[in-house]
């Protein structure tokens, strides 16, 4: 069978080649943690230069660093944007461990002296296609409402589309917006936006670090096509009691941090409700809208070697209506995690994690009453572990266990005289397991590889009956020739995928490189719906008896140049994508509560192609970034659009962002980000008739045939913190937020209607119009933030 | 789901002042123009109807062109052919044409259209289904439009009962009319249903729009095929659809007429019923 002979391959390849390691010359370790010296918490990604020897490396996610060098002196020199750098000299005879603390850089108002740093990863890094958001800069940006929201940052990141604002969906180098893996805590997040998108489910006030992953995507992450972006929340203030509050034109939130046991452990716990309904409630209105989000998180460092974490989120948005309709929805995610050091190089996370997403429907009435409910559940087992064998190799391997339960729908009536019956679409179950190895090797000064392979075998399994279809792409005349029923844990279908990964780093001189990457991505989650953005009652299926894993191809090649001392990274990008089986739906198909919902299933092609520059500026008076984004996003899919190609309709030819802000003295400082974007594509009607006696119908001949007009915004910021802050005990600050500054009026979508007046009333039933639809105008915040 | 989740997002950033809509011109290629057939033979005794036009501009004032000189007939199942003629009595529209003779569908039975229009020749099958009584219909005073009615003394609202057969799977289309006017909630409204989710007993669904005293309520249930449904359902997303944001992008509905022409072919058995309010 080809997964085990391919499991055997790769283990027996990594035995080989560890022992191979295993009789190098007599080595020492430095291994600790980096952190942040006031409050604690582990710092990813500082780089670990070893100066004598011109090597390297950097903490991992989980602040994690290993390096193992001869005996002899050396110097350690620690650095991180924003933080101060750490030099240590030492003397090694044996494995050592320092775990080092790192002081945050006052942002001095004097031009900041350039240290000087050699190494900077931009530059230096084997990544690439990689954005990392700076929560502080983002809660200096202005903001919707005065919501500090990641998604809305990483919407104008290059390589990054969104469809209109308003949303919390993204398209990532041509992948649709379920191709994003959105990680909380390692916790899969199905559905990260509030109130239809307008926010994002993260409280800016608990994350700590998020990156995005766009190209060359590490053999440690799978299951998506286009994106991974891991959000990581804070371990909490082990030194002392903290918190944060913040009141906002929408929401407010509360945050509160310290230790349980000072070094050893520490709690975070945070909360944010909106509050418009109170304010609706007061005024008489009935039709009540709300959502609210808690993270908790505890982590307790037993010794070096073993650390535990337990984080939380829960989240949830009401709608009500009336009193007799509503429906709400939200996600669920827990995660608890043993970091355990097997020795002073191997390094591992086990994790237990689960997710829950649900949504349900009511309608309060005697004749119609209904309850609707879904839910989609993920448990989740994974072992990943880091073996840094020396300064050239660091290899990281895994296993992944992953059991999804997907309750696409049940409907029950709420009263007896309700003429609906109880309904329910049968559950899908799937297991999928998972194997990784990875290793990143540096060849030489100039060449680091980074190479590897994923193994995916993903299991849809039982309890389930499968139809069998006398044409299963017949969505009209549907005839069940067969029915297949399958028991509890019954394999229905195996689809066995390996994902090769291949990155490589050549450094031209020390300030600039160029990189190559490859990755293929599998993806056996698929969202059913053929929306443009995903809407919480979309539901999930596994791939199955018909329905395909996806796969994606992608290419990328990059430049990467520092100026100025490192303070300016450039880059400039271009990839080139591939997706097999792109899931699709024909036309007219019927997603909800369908029961024969394969005969909706269509899967082709997608390709996408595109150049991304990016200048970026991360320290001084005025940081920021701008970026621009060609690309081009195709379909072609028997059964859709006539089988013809057609524009994807998240496809955006020009995009270009400014984001900045710029600290101009203690007390203020001011952020600013505008944003062009050539018009999606959408179907509008190409002529039109009468059927009956009342309908004025479209004719429809291209699909995304048509583009919506130019989007292009400009929003301002101001940050207000006053000078007494100084003298007490407590801090605060002001931002004030002008979103959309010059009112544009830019299209959200186009639909048409018979002719009517302001009021809604018929001027002319034989006449139709067509109607855009925009969401924002000026649109003034304030938010007031403390801090203690 | 429609427009519904576009209104929630509108209702959303209209509480508080904002959200905006306005006419723009779609300067969208406008192509030729397509064959559009309507036809609809039920159980009834009478001459049946078939409507032949074409397509016109997205932008045109509603006059969209009769076909004068098609050639039309129906066929059923048993090899009676049923011919069509043009506007017979002459007071109809241009392009519609009524069967020579009164017949009445039989249940079971299907038929077969043919429409020939030049060189071009369009067909449609359609079957037809038997439909269930409807049990009576009552007037009942809905209070909340009582209290702050949309148009004034407009707050009855007629309730609807009927068994739904359990053990077959049966398609139904609605029309409502009020002194004989055809009603909608809303001009993209179109009245359908399938079984999948009915128990037997429909009791008391209220039916659209509203009446005042000694207006005359008149409900007319067709059973249509299930390629009758989907040709519904799809018009109905067809006409209530937000451009494609949340909804899938709009798309012809599918028809039961060949050769690429618009409309559908419908057979159906009805029912109907009325009552007085007063």
Known sequence: MVPTNLTKFLLILSLVWLSQYSQAQQKYTINGYAKDAENGEELIGVTVYVNELKVGTATNVYGFYALSLPAGDYTLIFSSVGYKTVTKQVSLTKNETFNIELPVEVTSLDEIVISGDPIDANVTDITMSRNELDIKQVKKLPALFGEPDIIKTIQMMPGVITAGEGTSSFFVRGGSADQNLILIDEAPVYDPSHLFGLFSVFNADVIKDSELYKGGIPARYGGRLSSILEVRTKDGNNKKIGGAAGIGTLASRFMLEGPIRKEKSSFIISGRRSYADLFLKAAGQENLVHFYDVNAKVNWKHNNNNRFFAALYLGRDVFNFDDTFGFDWGNITGTFRWNHLFNDRLFSNTSLIVSNFDYALEFDDDAQGFNWTSNLQEFSFKEDLNYFINTRNELEFGYHLTYRRFSPGEISPTSEASIFETQEIQNDYALDHSIYLGNEQRLSDRITLSYGARLSIFQNVGKSDVYIYEDPQDNIDIVHKDTLHYDHLENIKTYVNLEPRFAARFMINPRSSVKVSYNRMVQNTHLISSGTVPIPFNTWSPSNYYLKPQLADQVAVGYFRNFKDNTLEFSVESYYKDIDNVTDFADNAQLFFNKDLPTEYRQGDSWSYGLELMLQKKEGRFTGFASYTWSKTERKIDGVNLGRPFLANYDRRHVFNIVGTYDLNDKWSFGGSLTYSTGRPITVPAGRYKYGDTYQVDYISERNGYLLPDFHRMDLSATLTPRKNKDRKWKSNWVFSLYNAYSRKNAFTIYTRVQQDDEGNIINGDVKEARMISLFPVLPSVTYNIQF | ?278
């Open chain 2, 1 to 278: 789901m429609n427009k519904n989740i576009l209104y929630l997002l509108a209702l959303i950033t209209a509480a508080s002042l904002m959200g905006c809509e306005e006419t723009v011109v779609l300067d969208s290629e406008q192509v030729q123009s397509k064959i559009v057939i309507e036809g609809l033979v039920t159980d009834q005794e009478k001459h049946h109807y078939v409507k032949v036009s074409r397509s016109g501009e997205f932008y045109s004032n509603g006059n969209f062109s009769g076909v004068v000189d098609a050639a039309v007939t129906v066929e059923d199942d048993q090899g009676n052919v049923f011919n069509y003629v043009h506007n017979p009595s002459g007071m109809d529209d241009e392009g519609y044409y009524l069967s020579e003779d009164v017949f009445a569908g039989q249940v079971g039975s299907s038929y077969k259209l043919t429409v020939t229009v030049g060189s071009e020749i369009y067909t449609a099958t359609d079957v037809l289904n038997p439909v269930t009584a409807i049990d009576s219909l009552e007037v009942s005073l809905n209070e909340e439009e009582y209290d702050d009615p949309e148009d004034e003394g407009y707050f009855y609202e007629i309730l609807f009962y009927a068994k739904e057969p359990q053990e077959t799977e049966d398609y139904y289309l609605f029309k409502f009319y009020r002194n004989d006017s055809l009603l909608l909630d809303s001009e993209t409204d179109v009245y359908y249903a399938n079984d999948d989710l009915l128990g037997e007993s429909i009791d008391g669904i209220p039916t659209a729009g509203f009446y005042k005293l000694g207006d005359r309520a008149r409900v007319e249930m067709y059973s249509i095929s299930r390629q009758g449904y989907i040709y519904y359902n799809d018009l109905s997303s067809l006409l209530n659809t937000d451009g494609g944001m949340f909804t899938p992008p709009p798309a012809n509905p599918r028809s039961n007429l060949t050769n690429a022409a618009l409309g559908y072919f419908q057979v159906s058995a009805v029912v109907s019923d009325s009552i007085a309010v007063e």
